[in-house]
């Protein structure tokens, strides 16, 4: 009759911790992948801004400390995620902060809101919540087997969307597995990286400043991030 209790704490203890983990978010990750994996870890979270109505295309100016980036944000391809950058902008949420992370002929990622200090914990900070992803991987070609494994893995897809692919210039979410989006993005360099296809939302694209994206250095500031509605 001892052992039987003895082996049943043991049992309950054991799921505890598991659930501990998980809780903490230990078990979020990206699959390995042959170049480097965009990622970022996140705290759990309430919920994204609320939804509003914004215009088909919308302006953002980024300057940095190597000269301005202006880009261009689709609202239907990934409403979400583009009223989420908006609304972070608008509050100077970006001001301040610095590319973290720049990996050559790959992406140079920032929104992290660590990086403002240099905290050590760099590349893992949010705004406080997550949200889901907004892609669809038929559009952007992946194969079925690949949307299979994916959705295995957690993926929600939506097949209505227009997604975009990630390519040379296309500004993209940072994200630690699926459905957990905060506030930090990458901007592809060099090279296109669709194996990113199916993983990473791209919300829009760099229409002038590429050359400043390209000089970019990990540690480089934000100054300010402008959105025109």
């Known amino acids: 009759m001892k ?23 230990e078990e979020v990750g990206l699959s390995p992948s042959p170049t480097p994996s965009v990622e970022v870890t996140t705290s759990p979270s309430s919920s ?16 940095t ?45 920032g929104g992290d809101p660590l990086s403002r200090t240099d905290d050590p914990r760099v590349g893992t900070g949010g ?7 907004e892609i669809n991987p ?7 087997e690949v949307i ?23 500004i993209s979410m940072a994200n630690a597995g699926p459905n957990t989006n905060g506030s930090q993005f990458f901007i592809i360099t060099t090279k296109d990286q669709p194996f990113l296809n199916g993983k990473h939302t791209v919300f829009g694209k760099v229409t002038k400043g590429m050359d400043v994206v390209l000089k ?3 540690g480089d500031l934000v100054k300010k991030v402008t959105v025109s509605l």
């Not at 939804?51 to 088909?56: G, K, L, N, T």
């Not at 705004?127 to 992803?133: L, T």
């Not at 038929?138 to 079925?144: D, E, M, N, S, T």
């Open 148 to 170: 299979t494994q994916y959705e295995a893995a957690g993926y929600k897809y939506d097949y209505n969307l227009k997604s975009l692919p990630n390519m040379v210039g296309a």
């Open 65 to 109: 400390a190597r000269g301005t980036i202006e880009l261009e944000l689709y609202s239907k391809v990934a409403p979400k995620t583009v009223l989420n950058f908006i609304s972070l902008a608008q509050k100077g949420y970006y001001d301040g902060t610095k590319f973290h992370r720049v990996v050559d002929d790959f992406v140079i990622q």
């Open 127 to 133: 705004p406080g919540y997550m949200f889901e992803d």
């Open 3 to 25: 052992i039987l209790v003895i082996l049943i704490i043991i049992a309950v203890v054991a799921v505890g911790t598991w659930f501990f983990l998980k809780d903490r978010g």
């Open 138 to 144: 038929k559009v952007l070609g992946v194969p079925a």
């Open 48 to 63: 994204a801004e609320p939804i509003m109505d914004v215009q088909e295309k919308v302006a953002v100016k980024m300057e």
């Open 216 to 218: 970019i250095k990990q």
